[in-house]
């Protein structure tokens, strides 16, 4: 794997602008949503199966992120809570290069090998933590 800097190129998708933005408007979206006191999702899967689902526990991780409670969020559901870390610090590095205008970070190369590891990664990140829900929250 190879990350290098580089200014974007003419006609490149700013990935900064773009995410930066959805999740801007993603949390004012919720912002207003908790403002006007609107219903809490259901969980479709919980529903049904009265066992939490893989994102259970996302919103309460969220609202208690944003609320600086920080070791409740992590409870709630940690692979949200360190989403949610990766998001803030994405979001910085992404004003900070939009406003200096600086180089963008990219990754040049990946092995197949690479790709195969980190989807291998992502869902065992994903399966450990479906396990930790359902053993902390066995019928939330």
Known sequence: MQIVRRPL???ETNHELLWL???SGG???????????????????????????????ATRSAVAFFHARF???FESNPLAF?????????????LAVIVMRAPRARIAQLTPS???????????LFAFNWIYLLNANPSL
């Not at 809490?40 to 049904?48: D, G, R, S, T, V």
């Not at 790709?115 to 990664?121: D, S």
């Open 27 to 57: 949390l004012a979206l919720a912002a207003i949503w908790l403002a006007l006191k609107l219903p809490w999702p259901i969980c479709l899967f919980h529903a049904l199966t009265g066992h939490p689902c893989l994102t259970c526990g």
């Open 114 to 124: 690479e790709r195969k590891f980190i989807r291998g990664f992502i869902i065992a």
């Open 82 to 94: 360190f989403f949610y870390c990766g998001l803030s610090i994405f979001n910085l590095y992404a």
């Open 71 to 73: 070791f409740a969020a």
């Open 21 to 23: 933005s959805v999740s």
């Open 9 to 11: 190129a003419p006609g």
